[in-house]
């Protein structure tokens, strides 16, 4: 017979990356990583955002929150982003995350990040935010044809 693979969780195999021998980011201006590529459209992010924002019901235990991390190594990067995804966060920017998870759920990812962040000696930045609805729904997007006002019915419309 032959071995059982053994699937390491998040931080394992992060501690194992930190001791194969990755000890510090590479320079700034870092080579964008393969893990972009799999950014979705702006519309499938849009429809994400709508998706937590327009959430019927939410448990008392839910916490709403952005994940959003500067990342020079690609390796880290992507798995940081398959981490995320795994647990149920939207990606709706390259390096930001949304997602609105049980309590227990965002406390274990704000734990493993921190350890990750512990695991190498690096110059990256995690920062997972916690917010309001009100404020998710006050998000404007900037730089693409894309109302959201419109979309989320939060903008006033008179008719006469």
Do not use: W
């Not at 194969?20 to 201006?29: D, I, M, N, R, Y």
């Amino acid at each position: 017979m032959g071995k059982k693979k053994v699937e390491l969780g998040f931080v394992e195999q992060m501690r194992l990356l930190g001791q194969a021998g990755l000890s510090g980011s590479p320079v700034v201006g870092h080579p964008e990583g393969p893990d972009i590529e799999e950014l979705p459209s702006l519309d499938e992010r849009v429809k994400a955002i709508l998706g937590v924002v327009g959430k019927r019901e939410r448990k008392a235990t839910d916490v709403l929150f952005f994940v959003m991390y500067d990342i020079a190594s690609n390796k880290v990067r992507r798995l940081v982003v398959k981490y995320l995804q795994k647990k149920g966060c939207h990606r709706v920017q390259k390096s930001i995350f949304l997602a609105d998870l049980d309590a227990k759920v965002y406390e274990e990812i704000k734990n493993d990040l921190a350890e990750v962040q512990a695991a190498y000696e690096n110059m990256d930045s995690i920062l997972v935010v916690p917010l309001s609805t009100d404020y998710l729904r006050a998000m404007k997007v900037i730089g693409h044809s894309v109302n959201i006002d419109v979309i989320t019915h939060s903008r006033n419309t008179l008719f006469f």
